[in-house]
């Protein structure tokens, strides 16, 4: 079966500091990959998407990017991080096409 | 725009009632629709998902409807349970893109003994 992990489960970093949030996936090959934000009491908000290992598409201009090193590995990272990157990081799966997406447990991330 | 709206934004009720939750959708050519169950400080869980053939699907205790017509979707919770306070988000996927994925905003569900 698939699973996915995410790590730190949460995070406290100032103002300023590097990020760097990892997602894995197991039990699959060639997924699509997500990484979302969410707000306190706010919707999910798609950060970025990957089809594939090198591939990233970003949805939301920011301070944050990410990296698919592996095929089952996805990062997001931020060189400085700015109070307004604190909220629930959510990484994501699903096979190619517009079909369920599995997601992870998620890291509190708060920004001092 | 593609815009997936849920009502109400919050909801209480008591323990072994009903309820049921809207989701209208402005999302076009449409390919499915989920509905997740999101758990405090959790990742959302899928709970339904629903083509555009299908009118209803049953998961123990939810049941989701789907009126491809009017664009809307309901999920009813039959004899609710403490467990059942989360928050529930209705997901609209279109056609035209894989990664094509819209999000409501959600309701948060409480139940009380």
């Known amino acids: 079966s698939q699973t996915i992990h995410q790590w730190p489960a949460t995070l406290v970093q100032p103002v300023g500091s590097p990020l760097s949030l990892e997602c894995t996936v197991e039990g699959t090959s060639n997924p699509n990959l997500y990484w979302y934000r969410q707000a306190a009491g706010r919707g999910l908000q798609l950060l970025f998407y990957?089809?594939?290992?090198?591939?990233i598409s970003s949805e939301v201009p920011q301070n944050l990017s990410a990296s698919r090193p592996q095929d089952r590995q996805f990062i997001l990272s931020s060189k400085k991080l700015l109070l307004s990157d604190s909220g629930f990081y959510l990484c994501?799966?699903?096979?190619?096409?517009?079909?369920?997406?599995?997601f992870g447990p998620g890291t509190r991330l708060t920004v001092t | 725009k593609n815009q997936v709206e849920q009502s109400p934004q919050s909801l209480i009720i008591l323990e072994g009632k009903n309820c049921t939750l809207q989701?209208?959708?402005?999302?076009?050519?449409?390919?499915?629709l989920r509905w997740y169950k999101q758990d405090t400080g959790r990742g959302p869980v899928s709970l339904t998902i629903m083509t555009f053939s299908e009118n209803t699907k049953s998961n123990g205790r939810y049941t989701a409807t789907l009126d491809a017509d009017t664009k809307q979707s309901s999920l009813h919770i039959t004899a609710s349970q403490l467990s059942d306070s989360a928050s529930y988000i209705c997901v609209v996927s279109a056609i035209s893109g894989t990664y094509k994925y819209i999000f409501g905003t959600g309701t948060r569900l409480k139940v009380l003994a």
């Open positions: 994501a799966w699903s096979i190619q096409g517009p079909y369920e997406q599995y």
């Open positions: 990957s089809v594939g290992i090198g591939q």
């Open positions: 989701c209208n959708y402005t999302v076009s050519p449409f390919s499915n």
